[in-house]
């Protein structure tokens, strides 16, 4: 998961030095920022809020503000139905 700095300004939120390393041939080790915070899916809920740990990227994340990716999706349990359209996230 990545956020952008300029997103932060508007929320609430903690950071924490941290160290992303990569394996790869052409990989770089860097420090970073982890951002933690805290978002809401309305479409889904109003009232439930989940906890996000977000490498804090502006270059990641393109013309986005945040990107969730993959690994949130699957903490998340949500199951996509592309032939009908939806997404399904517990019992909604």
Excluded at 22 to 39: E, H, P
Excluded at 41 to 67: M, Q, W, Y
Excluded at 76 to 92: N, P, Q, S, V
């Amino acid at each position: 998961m990545y956020i952008k700095q300029t997103a932060l300004k508007s929320i609430p939120h903690t950071l924490e030095d941290a160290v992303t390393r990569v394996q790869g041939r052409y990989s770089l080790t860097k420090s970073s920022q982890i951002a933690t915070f805290y978002i809401k899916l309305p479409d889904f809920c109003s009232k439930r809020e989940i906890k996000l740990r977000a490498t804090v990227e502006d270059e990641a994340c393109g013309s986005h503000n945040i990107i969730l990716g993959m690994r949130f999706i699957q903490q998340m349990r949500m199951k996509f139905d592309f032939d009908a359209l939806t997404i399904g996230w517990e019992d909604i």
